[in-house]
């Protein structure tokens, strides 16, 4: 008998004829708020991001001074500043610029799903600087609606600050072994 | 295991893991209760985390709403597993992952060992996983010459330390800050030498300590939050990036899994994401949570592989009452709020899952007989019941265990006449008589003298409240 | 309204003066009090330190003795929470559907004393004069498994003379928790050390409580440390009169 099949037996010989119970969903759906900006601000900058509002991408990532700069392909180059130090490793680089997928403005949190302005994983995870454009309309207003909104076949990963540990008594410390800086860019593209 | 089990429920072998202490909680507790060091940083610690983890509770109107979800999704799932589980080893697979079924500690220890081997790595770098530290993962690999290195800021600690784990989400829970600087510079190679105890610091230290071995280490082995059946998508939740780190980085990623981690839906996270930070380490979410699903071409690990773990899992789960534990997510939000944990510390627990919910878990994954001291080791007082954001009735499941644990002889002869007694009030009148007539005793005899150690009796009174009643 | 008295073991025996107490303010506010005789324990200890079995005779007693009644009381907030989350999984787990039946109906008509006088008799203020300095300890029972919230704070508030003091960290656990105290008498005392600290940093002359097994163990320490501060049971704050 394959151990498959052992755990299997063993787990409906556990069960018997258990019945499956309903799942009250009383809590707060997608789709029953609108997303609120402020909150999204407040939300970030509390866990240490620091958040820019324009649609002017190029002259934040110029004043971050961000040394040697890493995009992935799919990046809008009007967002580059002129003369940026581009490499194409993120071994190398210093400070990455991606978009997002979706942000939760309840959580303070981004997501990014590996589509082509956003890169492969390692990317926005080796440099020690991350810029992060967000479109207003990505903005949704709790988890419910960005797990609505987001394919969990692609690789996904939220973040939500800066990397921190809680693990010195229990007190949040930001900068551990992902990004040290995280700066959000928060664009609204459809009010020029 | 004999052929006679196959196909039943099996409890955790014996002499491998980290499920079972070496001596009852009581004669632990007396130790860590006198470490004054180590009751100040646990008062510390928990006090905090409970004032972080109420603020952002209060903060969602839903969350009761959001725990009854939780807790039936949980009870659903169990009520579901083997479909789940097949169905996720099918997506899994179909999205280029290789599934294997580890029947306990020993076979999943096996499992592993042979495909770090596969790879001629004689390393392997760790995110944080209560699943492998239950199975000794780290023992077998160096038992087979593999190096684990655990990435983990709290687990580091506690590795190079040489120390056990006493927290499922702050292993290193019982260091403070002076003493984690003491640890750094003791066994840290190429440490700083001026290193100071800021937190920032000694994470400083750690992101520097680590970085190369992430960059040259081509294998990784994690643990799981969440597998979600119907996409086979795993969900690591973390805070420092280490995790981000193991998960993308090598060429090899290995996930060791309980079954129990299993949800049915992809819209289940939106449940558990609201739920898990908030109750774990106060927060509105974790810096970082990573999500997969097998394989990505050009994005990650090529080759990922997933152990599905029993190991005592379906012997909990055959008890209708008891496999509620599995419900766990382990966030630690009972040991947070454990009036016993806080003055014990996790390490009194024996067993890698310390505090309530080990309380009822470690004693249905070994079989109460292994573990039998640990339903006692509570008050009752129910405070992680209100804490659990998936409604797990732990106070309950103590009372469960204490009912099916072993009992000491002169203990069942006690109990037996005193429940006799008070099934016949004319006894009972007697003995509340002659209780009297033996007036206030300063020192009782074994075991009742763990009472006048510390605590004075009450004077009897001059007449019981019946004797009152009957002469009004 | 005839309301029956479950007295306890542990009051019956070691604190007939809350039983007592009770008696006489539910007189005063103008109730009839029964004691129903054939009453002995309720089995809590027995269920709690894992003897169900010997436990179900005395929950099958304890639902004789009380089913005849329309509303009972007890001044325990954990005996009245064993006789409503406990006593029909005593009898379910004992193949006894019926006596899990009527224990749920006796259950359902069984109140801890705040919870009668504020949910079913409608009253706050019952008159009681207690010129003393007094803090609450809220009991985990009375707390996290009747939900009691804050009916006796409310029912303490009213009365004339008294000071009532708030108790730091007070939904904190005293260490008692029934056999709890003897098989982890360490622990519990490292609870109870606590408990008794902030008692002390009140400055009260009284701590009470509603439960007399929670009050008997931080007595007992009071009481080993001499530290000039008793314990009184709700009950007696409530039934104490300028009178009396």
Redesign the interface.
Known sequence: MSSRDLILGRVRAALGDTPVPEVPRAYRPAGSRAADLEVLVDRLVDYKAVVHRTGDIASVVASLDPGRLVVPPGVDPSWLPPGAELVTDEHDADAVLTAATVAVAETGTIVLDGSPDQGRRVVSLLPDLHICVVRTDQVVAAVPDAIARLDPTRPLTWISGPSATSDIELNRVEGVHGPRRLHVVLADFTTP | MTRTFLGMPATAPRGVGNLRGDEPFPAAAHKALADDQLRRNLGHATGTIRRKSGAVVAELPDWQELRAAGSALKAATMARLPELLEQLEEKVTAAGGVVHWAADANEANRIVTDLVRATGQRRVIKVKSMATQEIGLNEALAEAGIAPVETDLAELIVQLGDDKPSHILVPAIHRNRAEIREIFLREMPGVDPGLTDDPATLAAAARRYLRETFLSTPVAVSGANFAVAETGTLVVLESEGNGRMCLTLPETLITVMGIEKVVPAWRDLEVFLQLLPRASTGERMNPYTSMWTGVTPGDGPQSFHLVLLDNGRTAVLADEVGRQALHCIRCSACLNVCPVYERTGGHAYGSVYPGPIGAVLSPQLTGVADNASLPYASSLCGACFDACPVRIDIPSLLVHLRNKAPHPRTERIAMAAAAYTMDHPALYTRAQHAAKLSGRLKHLPPPLNGWTASRDLPEPPAETFRDWWARR | MRIALF?T?L???????A??AT?RLLERLGHEVV?P??Q??C?Q????????R??L??VR?HVRTFAPYDVVVASSGSCVGSVR??HA?VAR?AGEASLAARAEDVASRTYELSELLVDVLGVEDVGAWYPHRVTYHPT??S???LRVGDKPLRLLRHVRGMELVELPDA???C??????????????????ADKMRHVLDTGAEVCTAGDASCL??I???L??MDAGVRTVHLAEILAATEES
């Open positions: 007295v073991c009051a019956d025996t070691l604190f007939p003066a039983a007592k008696v004691f005789p054939g002995t324990c089995g200890m027995h269920i709690n330190t894992g003897y169900q010997d436990a005779p005395l007693r989350h406990q999984t787990a985990c029972h707390l996290r498994m939904d904190q656990c260490g008692f928790g029934g056999t709890f105290a003897l098989k982890n008498a360490e622990t519990s005392t490292a609870m109870l008997m163990h007595g007992g320490g009481s080993r």
